[in-house]
């Protein structure tokens, strides 16, 4: 499967952002979805996630509130809308996806075979 992230741009502290991530070569209705993201010199981190064709959804502590992560099978696209965004989320946005992941694993960006070329969030204080 081949994923695509877009949404990205420049914001001001306290504004919104939607990312989306479309899917081609395959139906993605039933992997696990997620979005993670990196700032300069730090590691991946987990964002969100929806697990397999259930639709729970599970976010870091930080963006809770915030971010909500959603999907429309229909279009094999799904999104991460970030709202009050701080100077803290300013990252590259990845999207992944993955086939029968266990749900203790979601978190971790090595479950994922399947990533988006990132896109870029900047939030300006």
């Known amino acids: 499967v081949q994923l695509q992230a877009s949404g990205g741009g420049l914001v001001q502290a306290g504004g919104s952002l939607r990312l989306s991530c479309a899917a081609s070569g395959r139906t993605i209705s039933s992997d696990t979805r997620a979005w993670f993201r990196q700032a300069p010199g730090k590691e991946r981190e987990f964002v969100a996630a929806?697990?397999?064709?259930?639709?729970?959804?599970y976010y870091r502590d930080s963006v809770k509130g915030r971010f909500t992560i959603s999907r429309d099978n229909a279009k094999n696209t799904f999104y991460l809308q970030m709202d009050s965004l701080t100077s803290e989320d300013t990252a590259t946005y990845y999207c992944?996806?993955?086939?029968?992941?266990?749900?203790?694993?979601?978190?971790?960006?090595?479950?994922?075979?399947?990533w988006g070329q990132g896109t870029q969030v900047t939030v300006s204080s």
């Open positions: 992944a996806a993955g086939q029968r992941l266990i749900l203790s694993t979601i978190r971790s960006p090595q479950a994922y075979p399947s």
């Open positions: 929806i697990f397999r064709s259930g639709g729970n959804t």
